[in-house]
């Protein structure tokens, strides 16, 4: 049945991109203070903080960050947990307050997220982001991110008949809605001839197929019913949530055209908010590479697999479309700060779910659904939140 | 209230120490098999796991351990999030466990740690482990962990007239208690004069007041009233769960001869419970050194605080005294894989309780607490189990 306590009362991004001049505690700080007192909210009220972040130990020689971080933004005391399930360490610890909450142990928690990527070289922070992938198996032999999703890409385009030119028109969408995202690491619109610039990564992914390395942060506060009232007139429930796993290595998959995971916790999400796909006004799919957006698309249902492409064709997932897809510019041109990616998904679909876009707000929107999703697809969340009033 | 819905229905530790040959995945597959399918409860019967694991980005370069881990252990596709917490990561795994069963979301769901420590050098696993202090403040000026609780001790010593004898009790009385645990690392007793051998390792801690690097692993089934009878005759129920945090660095300590996050965890537990220290019958406390344990028995209100060197010189908390502390060795003799440590002191809990801990087993044993601490108490993890029959 669907979660009926769970509610999103404030959320907060920080600008994503290339931060100079301050720290993860910094970043974590501004998110947590964004989300908490300056929202109107006393941060004497929060109860537990569940935290994302992915590699600080590789990438600022810090681990045991949830109790650290929690300090330093004024919440000392606390109690921090941090989850970390790669690019989908965000919703691994939104979904632990979702079941905080539901359980009635803790009635108004923060989930809270940072990731400073930038203060390593860009070979360092490849090689922290490798450990997302299976060391023994396969990452050690040199198959890093742009090359997992390389491979999906060839198979999509070898079942479906995806194009290097569909996957650009993902880029140039996710460029044109960050145009006026004011926190999107990329705030310029590109050009469909620009996107299909040869510059490869690893082929067919091109350098506008790839998301950024960033910094950033972003948190959310949760109560149940009862606490909501004292914060908002408008709450977003969380009403289903869905995880899963998969082999972490692709070379024990069945499919490189879809991932099991995404799937599956999708499936479960949707059961438990007795919701289906066409249910959905607004979707945030993880799109770390263009491809990954077109197969997300279809693993939750929102198009019959193999027609992810064609739905971006048409302009079916651009703003003003049916169904619109990364309505504030994705992970591609928002940035993809790693631990805090999965928060900032929440983020969206609650800005966009009380009308508060500005200039990327969706017409429709009453139910929005998250996806979320870690390195190879070994983990996927799937979140669907609907307005309280609805 | 108390919990009314989780119950402990199985548990199992791998031996613990250098285990040569094996790696974090078999480690921890083992964990899975013997709390799963050979303590009589089918794999498919779990619906989610939660994993504890340190710091395996620096000990063998794997991030995203949780679903990695899972599918090794024959779990594919169910849920898996892996929780840090630095020493404490296995106890922060058990409370979302908790918290995901009284949320109704799950009925029966695996908890399971392993870390794999021995694959690196010493220098480089000393490196690993001080990235759970606070970098930027402390650990990278030089103070590892034995300087942390050397400094400690010192506070505690001049407070309170604590010794370096007292503190060898402590090591006198893991290793006596170890030497009939066929899973602890040390299997042998040490004299009193042994233990003060002058071995200093950062003073006035020597080395036998010093917990080892270890490899092993940890897992419990935990699951709801309904499902448990499936399971056992005898399930030991979690009645009370406390965390808190603390300022990582010790700078901001306003007293080193206690821990506030241990003190607030457990009064949190115990209300939770209502019970108090004078109900347990056991204890299980983190005494990663030697002076830990003594603070801890003192912390979660065992002993006043300043008593608990008196208690341990008096053989109160023998295994055959009035409060046993540690009756299966603690870290200090049967190993401390850190990610592994808050699993498997839940596992000593559940088999004290259930009356399956042979020659360590404990006089009375209806109600039980575990403590697991996080680095430098920045996280404190307290729970209190209690058999069903009671």
Redesign the interface.
Same mark, same amino acid.
């Given at each position: 049945m669907p979660l009926k306590n769970t509610n999103v009362v404030s959320a907060y991004q920080t600008k994503f991109g290339r931060l100079e001049g301050v720290?993860l505690?910094e970043i974590f700080a501004e998110a947590v203070d964004g989300a908490t007192d300056n929202a109107g909210i006393p941060k004497k009220d929060i109860q537990?903080v569940f935290v994302g972040t992915?590699?600080p130990?590789?990438l600022?020689?810090?681990? +045991?960050? /949830?109790?650290?971080l929690?300090?330093y933004a004024g919440l *000392?005391?606390?109690?921090?947990?941090? +989850?970390? /399930?790669?690019c989908a360490s965000g919703a691994?610890a939104l *979904?632990?307050a979702?079941?905080?909450i539901?359980?009635?142990?803790y009635d108004t928690v923060l989930v809270a997220s940072a990731e400073k990527m930038t203060s390593v070289s860009t070979n360092r922070a490849t090689e922290?982001l490798a450990?997302?992938?299976?060391?023994?198996f396969e990452s050690?032999m040199g198959l890093t991110f742009p090359g997992v999703f390389g491979i999906a890409a060839v198979a999509h385009m070898a079942k479906y008949g995806t194009t290097e030119e569909d996957m650009a028109r993902a880029a140039v969408k996710a460029h044109k809605n960050a145009s006026t995202n004011p926190l999107a690491q990329f705030q310029k619109e590109i050009t469909l001839e620009k996107a299909m610039t040869p510059r490869y990564i690893a082929w067919p992914l091109k350098l506008f197929d790839c998301s950024p390395i960033s910094d950033g942060g972003a948190a959310l506060v949760l109560t149940s019913n009862e606490k909501a009232k004292q914060y908002t007139d408008l709450p977003v429930k969380i009403i289903g949530?869905?995880?899963?796993?998969?082999?972490?290595n692709l070379c024990?998959r069945n499919d490189l055209t879809a991932f099991?995971?995404s799937i599956?916790?999708s499936k479960e999400a949707y059961k438990m908010a007795k919701l289906g796909p066409k249910d959905m006004d607004v979707a945030v799919v993880h799109d770390c590479f263009t491809i990954a957006e077109i197969i997300a698309s279809e693993d939750i249902g929102l198009f019959k697999p193999g027609e992810g492409a064609k739905a971006l064709r048409e302009g079916v997932t651009a703003l003003d479309g049916d169904m619109p897809i990364n309505p504030m510019g994705g992970l591609k041109a928002v940035g993809h700060p790693v631990g805090a990616t999965g928060v900032k998904q929440a983020v969206v679909i609650y800005r966009e779910l009380i009308g508060d876009a500005g200039a990327n707000q969706v017409a429709n929107h009453d139910t929005g659904i998250m996806h979320n999703f870690?390195?190879t697809g070994?983990?996927a969340v799937v979140n669907i939140m609907r307005r309280s009033d609805v």
């Open positions: 720290t505690r537990a992915f590699i130990e590789m600022v020689h810090q681990g +045991h960050t /949830a109790p650290l929690v300090d *000392r005391g606390v109690a921090a947990t941090r +989850h970390e /399930a790669a691994t *979904r632990s979702v079941m905080a539901e359980s009635g142990i922290a450990a997302a992938a299976d060391d023994e050690s949530t869905g995880q899963a796993s998969a082999s972490m024990d099991e995971s599956a916790a870690g390195g070994a983990t």
